[in-house]
């Protein structure tokens, strides 16, 4: 890829000088960037989760050789996103309006809430349509390598919610990872004082799997969560 | 087990090379900087996908290549497994297992086993300690190689923790916000510490008799040689009498630490940070936890570490070697199940009594690979096929003296067959 016909090569001072130096491993080895805009989109593509330089890279190029209406509707589409879109002010969640479809929906049972971190883990949870409760999206996990702490969540606002709603139980159903734990064990502690009933997702087998691929943590931990069946 | 077949790729100073190797012994012979180590290297590779040389994988990759392959085929019992792992400089690495799909790298590690002695062995004695919780956690994970999560995850949790005590530091003064964060770590931290720390526990119990064993007969037997783990963590009792603990080691409290149930553990765990917490938040750093502990090394009563002679404590570090090898024979009793041995170099560092020992209890194993400069390092009993190594390859190979009591009395007489051929 480095050798496509719409690469120019820069030579490494000049690079060093440039405003690039945010960029990809290229620009860290010192190696052949491309000139300007196209190396500017790439870093900028570069930066989104999940997107390694040669992603970018591809990104972009496919970018630079698309019809440029299509490309302008992308454009649109992200710039409405960051006008329009706002969070929900009751449980976090994005929303069009003050509240998010959830919160204003008055079938919703407001007697439970689920804590998930992000919006897209309440499009998880919405998939299986078992759950007819409400949300609350916390915007994160508790994780001090990152600077985030229980006052950068949206844990105030979960706690107001639960002075003033008529909450039964709380359902907490952040990562199973270790700074989703760490928040739920935080959670816990903090709703014990209250007296409302917390539960955590179940972890254990996935559903459909054989039991010979699953790897020794979550096997491990389907031991651990075993019910009685007699 | 042993190691069939050896191809690397792009691997430290080899382009490319393909040997086949036999079981019993085999010497790699060749002057200083030619490459005998790095064939050793890429064995041990294979079996812990870790270097006992470097902590990176980045040497590895020959200079100025994007990736390093090393393929292996073993021999275990009947069964003959292919591992190759692909140990890439910008990705991560992969592994696949007899010409299946990829897997991650850490999928492969285990199916070789391996004990390897090298000269680098000498700092689990003389270094420091993290040294000799690496060497408990390598063996560890060698007898069970799901293991490894337990170090891992404790790391993960640790990282977190840390990061928590320094930011409280810096932030000049403790919030409640902080405190009721703390809490939770200290939790996750108990938990995952309790896990590492009762299975290290359980270990060095296994290791013990191997130790004293192994250094028994290394040497004349006029001392005992034994190990101990002195955890950071204290039992109750040692917390009520002294209260400014920290950085102390409790080495009484072993029997009674391993006799306790997971959750007592971890609840004993979480009282020890409560009471270190203050000096915890002055340090930003946390203190007690199997990250802190050591393995105590003894010759009669005294410490190795400043009051044993350099021979003493060349003897314990083989020792040490050799106790997880009789451990990882004594836990696997299936047919090929026994590792191969790998004695990096060894020979050059230590006194010709220790040489005839070592080689007489390693000589027997299903496979032993041996690296040296010169063939009058190597003792008569590990006198079997030489392969001479040149720059960037090998070159002929002498099948060694059938019986070894022949050769006796003229080791050096054999580096020099192998010459011609080359």
């Known amino acids: ?230 | 087990m042993y190691v069939e077949h050896l191809s690397l790729t792009g691997f430290r100073s080899y382009p490319q090379l393909d040997t086949a190797i036999e079981p019993g012994i085999t010497v790699f012979v060749g002057p200083n900087g030619v490459g005998k180590t790095n064939i050793v290297e890429a064995i041990g590779y294979l079996a812990t996908l870790s270097s006992h040389r470097v902590s990176s994988d980045k040497p590895l990759i020959s200079f100025g290549q994007d990736r390093a392959i090393i393929r292996g085929r073993f021999v275990r019992g009947t069964q003959r497994t292919g591992v190759e792992v692909e140990i890439n400089a910008e990705t991560a690495n992969r592994a696949r297992i007899n010409r299946a799909n990829p897997v991650r790298a850490r999928d492969a590690a285990g199916i070789l086993k391996t004990v390897l002695f090298a000269p680098e062995d000498l700092s689990l004695v003389k270094g420091d300690p993290s040294g000799r919780r690496r060497y408990l956690d390598e063996v560890m994970v060698s007898l069970l190689p799901h293991q490894s999560a337990l170090r891992a995850d404790y790391e993960r949790v640790l990282k977190q923790r840390n990061a928590l005590l320094k930011s409280a530091r810096a932030a000049g003064r403790f919030s409640t916000a902080h405190e009721a964060t703390l809490d939770v770590w200290d939790q996750h931290l108990a938990e995952a510490g309790a896990r590492l720390l009762a299975a290290r526990l359980l270990l060095v119990d296994h290791l013990r008799p191997h130790v004293q064993r192994a250094y028994k007969e290394l040497t004349d037997g006029s001392k005992v040689a034994d190990i101990v783990y002195l955890p950071s963590v204290s039992s109750s009792a040692d917390l009520a009498m002294d209260d400014d603990g920290a950085d102390a080691l409790h080495d009484g409290d072993r029997e009674r630490l391993g006799d306790l149930e997971l959750p007592a553990l971890t609840d004993l765990f979480v009282e020890n940070l409560l009471r270190h917490r203050r000096k915890e938040l002055d340090r930003g750093i946390s203190l007690v936890g199997p990250h802190r502990d050591e393995l105590g090394l003894l010759l009669g009563q005294a410490p190795v570490k400043g009051y044993a002679s350099h021979g003493e404590t060349w003897s314990m570090a083989l020792a040490l070697r050799l106790a997880s090898y009789y451990l990882l024979l004594e836990e696997d009793h299936t047919p090929g199940g026994d590792p191969v041995l790998i004695l990096d170099d060894v020979f050059a560092e230590l006194d010709a009594q220790r040489r005839t020992r070592l080689a007489a209890i390693v000589a027997p194993a299903e496979q032993v690979l041996v690296t040296a400069a010169v063939g009058d390092d190597i003792p008569a009993a590990l006198l079997g096929r030489q392969i001479r190594v040149v720059p960037g390859g090998l070159a002929g190979t002498t099948d060694g003296p059938g019986s070894v009591a022949e050769d006796r009395d003229e080791p050096a007489a054999v580096p020099s067959a192998g010459e011609p051929d080359a």
């Not at chain 1, 691929?213 to 007699?230: C, H, I, K, P, Q």
């Open chain 1, 1 to 230: 890829m480095e050798g496509h016909p719409g690469a120019v090569g820069r030579g490494d001072e000049e690079h060093a000088a440039g405003r690039n130096r945010a960029g990809g491993p290229y620009s860290r080895r010192g190696t052949i960037v491309y000139e300007g805009a196209v190396q500017e989109l790439i870093d900028e593509l570069g930066r989104l989760p999940g997107v390694g330089p040669k992603s970018a890279q591809r990104l972009a190029f496919h970018i630079l050789e698309s019809d440029g209406e299509d490309m302008k509707r992308l454009v649109t589409a992200i710039t409405t996103v960051k006008e329009r879109v706002k969070f929900c002010t009751i449980c976090g969640n994005v929303a069009e309006q003050e509240q998010c479809a959830i919160c204003r929906d008055p079938r919703r049972d407001p007697s439970m809430i689920c804590v998930v971190e992000e919006s897209k883990d309440v499009i998880a949870v919405e998939r299986t349509r078992s759950f007819r409760g409400r949300y609350h999206v916390l915007g994160g996990a508790i994780n001090p390598i990152a600077g985030v702490g229980p006052d950068q969540l949206r844990i105030r606002e979960l706690l107001a919610r639960l002075s003033d709603e008529k909450v039964q139980e709380i359902i907490i159903a952040t990562d199973p990872n270790l700074e989703g734990e760490a928040t739920a064990t935080y959670l816990v502690r903090m709703l014990k004082t209250i007296g409302i009933p917390v539960t955590r997702l179940a972890s254990g087998l996935p559903v459909g799997g054989d039991l010979e691929y699953a790897d020794e943590v979550t096997l491990g931990r389907a031991f651990e969560g075993r019910r009685a069946m007699s």
